[in-house]
């Protein structure tokens, strides 16, 4: 069975950092690119970041440049987002999703809350 678990989230204050997890099993993670992918209340699904399968490439949205990494640990089957100086309209419910052929998404996460407030 497939399963991405995320965990890291709660609650931040503006200026503050989290570090999100996600533990894949039940499929051969270094051969997956994974994306973090967040929805923000009311809104619809947005990409943060995408690494390659061996971790060489990855990919950010401008807004997140410079303030989110994102990596992974193939040995531990697991995938990371360190987020630093987060701000209010961060507040989502962030994903991990696995990448499969033609850049579709064909595992997600059951997803993990960050809510940035004073």
């Known amino acids: 069975e497939v399963q991405l678990v995320e965990s890291g989230g709660g609650l931040v204050q503006p200026g503050g950092s989290l570090r999100l997890s996600c533990a894949a099993s039940?499929?051969?993670?270094?051969?997956?690119?994974m994306s973090w992918v967040r929805q923000a209340p009311g809104k619809g699904l947005e990409l943060v970041s995408t690494i390659a399968p061996d971790g060489s490439s990855t990919f950010y949205i401008d807004s997140v440049k410079g303030r989110f990494t994102i990596s992974r640990d193939n040995a531990k089957n697991t995938l990371y987002l360190q987020m630093t100086s987060l701000k209010t309209e961060e507040t989502a419910v962030y994903y991990c999703?696995?990448?499969?052929?033609?850049?579709?998404?064909?595992?997600w996460g059951q997803g993990t809350r960050v809510n940035v407030s004073s």
């Open positions: 999703a696995a990448l499969g052929v033609a850049w579709s998404y064909i595992y």
């Open positions: 039940g499929f051969t993670f270094s051969n997956n690119g």
